[in-house]
């Protein structure tokens, strides 16, 4: 066993940039031999080989402070420990936190969300050593839908996966009653078949405040099949009056869902009888925002300062129109020409595959990106990737810090006076309300948004000012010839009015 393990040996290293190895000494190491035992500098090495695959080397150097401390804690509390198995996690962090006080480190810190709200996290020392010791716990050699936790690369279905998220495993511990629990895998093990893992995520959420319901109010439970019609209208009372959301359809509609397809796999049939329409409310009518011309002005004078990419990649967004995921995601074979008119080519990751036509300045813009992540990735799937992996898209979450760390740096208000939010949507409401200008029909519009049909299209017509202006001209034109008719003959005294 080495005593040093240097940075410049890990396999992140030979993927840094000129300017990244610049921040890194050559020298620097993690020091093996400051580990007391054998045993634990052989489960630490291991771990720091597979961080060091899956992290940039910026993040692995930044990284040795919070090994160092975790050293000294093991070489004080734990002389002749082979491995970290030898003790429960809760019992590492616990004698971890006395160490940290004694030796007069913080247990927290302050932090700052994307959002600029303020929030109170563990040390990064303590966070630091909870991952080592997940990391090197056993194997559970159980089936995968056996697990509490689920990866999904192991499942052996096809997921629909969400390629800008980190979308890696769905999580059922939560769930109190271990019936319930094992229900609530099968239904969700049938639904991963044809529902994409995002709405998943929202059913898992679902059935878990039902169960943390049943915990608290109805112990008694433990199965769904105890579940009937008159323990389903309570609950529907309790959540209404205790759980404050604007809109409480899309929870019950994906509770109602997930209780539907334990009882199709369980043969439980009130449960699929469960819910009236009534339950679950209408949809509420939503608030289209859109920005202004001078937003978009001050907003994208702040984006030019980012990384050239990043500028790239939000005007592109702008100008197309799409969805953000559908950005995110745009290939680099999307381009090509027709009749000698630019088109591109999306594949849109909640519907269907489309093209439009774009203007020449748009195209050369995307050729610009295009080249820019040849140059530094090489030859790649996606025109926008991830540092880390660059067969896969950028990350949602990647974009989103980065712009909400400029917006909370330049302290960027939009015209009402509120920092602006991470909105990414609100470009396309934008570009919509622009297009709706052209008096085009709606089927052509339809086309450039990439919808099936024009059922949407009257909120962006709606949101226009001037298509607003220009369908009332007629009406606005007419009262006021009314009006003016009743003022002849008033007197001197109504002039004015007039």
Sequence with gaps: MKNKYFIREMPCYTKTTLEQRKKIPPGAYFHLK????????????????????????TTMYSEVWRYDAISAFLAKRAKRVQSLQEREPEVWLRQLRAWLLEEGYRLTVSAVSEYGKEKVLPSTVIRYFRMVICDRRPEDEREETEKDVWRLDKLEIPIKENLIRNDMTLNFTRIPQEKIRAEAKKGIYLNLRSEAIDTIRKEIHAIQRFAGYLEEKQPRVQSCQQIDRNLLEEYLVWFRTEIQKKDYRAELTRLRSILDSIGKVYGYRQLQLLFLNTDIPSTPQAEFRTYTDWDIQKFNAAVAKLDIQIARLLVIHQMLGTRISDTLTLWTDCLFEQKQVPMIRIRQMKTNTYIKPISRELKELIELAIAETKKRYGETKY?????????????????????????????????????????????????GSKITEMDLDDWTLAKLFGHRSIKSVKYYRRMSNHRLAEDTRAVREQKSRIIAEHLEGWGVEYEQVR
């Design 383 to 431: 025109i926008f990737v991830r540092e880390e992996d660059p067969t896969k898209p950028m990350k949602y979450g990647t974009l989103q810090n980065k712009i909400m760390a400029m917006i909370q740096k330049e302290q960027l208000k939009d015209g009402n006076g509120k920092l602006f939010g991470f909105n990414t949507h609100m470009f396309r409401h934008y570009y």
């Design 34 to 57: 400051a580990l007391p035992t054998e045993g634990l500098r052989t489960e630490f090495y291991e771990f720091l080989k597979k961080r060091g695959r899956e992290v940039e080397a």
